[in-house]
């Protein structure tokens, strides 16, 4: 949830959701901020440019 939240800051039903649990849950609530984009342990990602080999 946290990944779709950074890819669409300004989505009303997703940030309607995490506000809603964030009001129910401690726990929640806790984790949400405790959690960073720094913790996130895979992804892809291409800088579009090819390595060429040495001869």
Do not use: C, H, K
Not at 14 to 40: H, K, M, N, P, Y
Request: net charge positive; no cysteine; glycine share 12%.
């Amino acid at each position: 949830m946290r990944i779709e939240a950074g890819r669409n800051p300004y989505d009303r039903g997703l940030a309607g959701l995490v506000g809603e649990l964030s009001r129910r849950s401690e726990d929640f609530r806790v984790r949400w901020r405790r959690t960073t984009s720094g913790s996130i342990t895979s992804a892809r990602s291409s800088s579009g440019v090819r390595s060429s080999g040495t001869d």
